[in-house]
């Protein structure tokens, strides 16, 4: 097959440049477009220079639209409204859209799953094979314990990020709720300050952290009377994610379209 040809948008943001070094180090890959948004201060910068390699011969463009028609795939780590247009652009190109961006809104989530009916879209909170596998874990532990265990997630993350709680905070807390058959909307318990009053049996409870420069630790915890069960996943590296990310491209690539999760592209849906 000949080689998957990509853009990139939010080229020089943490994982933008992260997935430009990672595109260049794959042989079925080529980057074929940077973009940022107007305005930025990267824009006319060399991509492969901002993600520390040498040259590439290829600027930051504020013009998506010529690139995204002469490209197979665009990969998005951006925020949610830029992640919507996208998704619009991608589906009028027929491209493959694989989203990594978290913080949607319910409103934007409707307008990513409109644009799927035109092209092959994989979202996910977390595009690493570790995450994805720890919700696996995550739904069968939830099947199997009863309410006597109560869960909690605890995350924390870098001093940048601006979405609370995470993308997969998120998606393990869906995991959660699907293993115990009821769903987060009602099950989940996002805030709690003052004279909260007793946990609710069934509750799903999230606690944020933000510090620092961590990548991105998990932790689901089922508490029961006397023990409890901690499941976890601690991200060291940017690389995870953006391989997970250039994995579902290929995946993505000539199937119909759609919107796929990790759990489509890596085959643990029967897991
Ligand atoms: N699913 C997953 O596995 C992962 C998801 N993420 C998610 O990815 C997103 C980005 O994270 P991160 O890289 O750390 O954030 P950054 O803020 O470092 O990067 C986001 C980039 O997107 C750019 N941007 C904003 N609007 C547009 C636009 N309209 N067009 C093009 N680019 C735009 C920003 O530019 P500017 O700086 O000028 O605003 C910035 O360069 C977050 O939602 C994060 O939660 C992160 C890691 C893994
Ligand atoms: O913003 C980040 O950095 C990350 N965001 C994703 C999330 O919201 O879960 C994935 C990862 O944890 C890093």
Do not use: C
Request: proline share 3%.
């Amino acid at each position: 097959m000949t080689q998957m040809r990509l853009v990139v948008v939010g080229a020089s943001g943490r994982m933008g440049r992260v997935l430009v070094r990672a595109i260049s180090e794959a042989a079925d890959l080529v980057l074929v477009g940077a973009v940022d948004q107007p305005g930025s201060e990267y824009l006319g910068r060399d991509a492969g220079e901002l993600a520390g390699l040498p040259a590439l011969g290829l600027n930051v463009s504020d013009d998506p639209l010529p690139l995204f028609a002469a490209a197979d795939g665009v990969i998005d780590f951006t925020i949610p409204a830029a992640s919507v247009a996208y998704a619009a652009f991608a589906a009028q190109a027929r491209i493959v859209h694989v989203i990594g961006t978290t913080g949607f809104s319910a409103e934007e989530e409707a307008k990513i799953a409109a644009a799927a009916r035109h092209a092959a879209i994989v979202r996910s909170g977390n595009m690493s094979l570790g995450v994805n596998l720890l919700a696996a874990l995550v739904r069968r532990v939830a099947r199997t314990l009863d309410e006597d265990f109560d869960i909690e997630i605890v995350e924390m993350h870098h001093n940048r990020k601006i979405d609370a709680p995470s993308g997969t905070a998120l998606l393990l807390g869906e995991a959660a709720a699907q293993g115990r058959g009821v769903t987060l909307q009602e099950a989940g318990v996002f805030t709690r300050h003052g004279h909260t009053g007793a946990r609710k049996p069934g509750d799903i409870g999230f606690a944020t952290l933000r510090g620092g420069t961590v990548v991105g630790d998990h932790n689901v915890i089922f508490a029961g009377a006397g023990e409890r069960i901690e499941l976890g996943h601690k991200a060291e590296d940017r690389g995870i994610f953006a391989r997970g990310a250039l994995t579902a491209a290929r995946w993505a690539r000539g199937r119909k379209p759609g919107l796929y999760s990790m759990t489509d592209v890596l085959g643990l849906t029967d897991f």
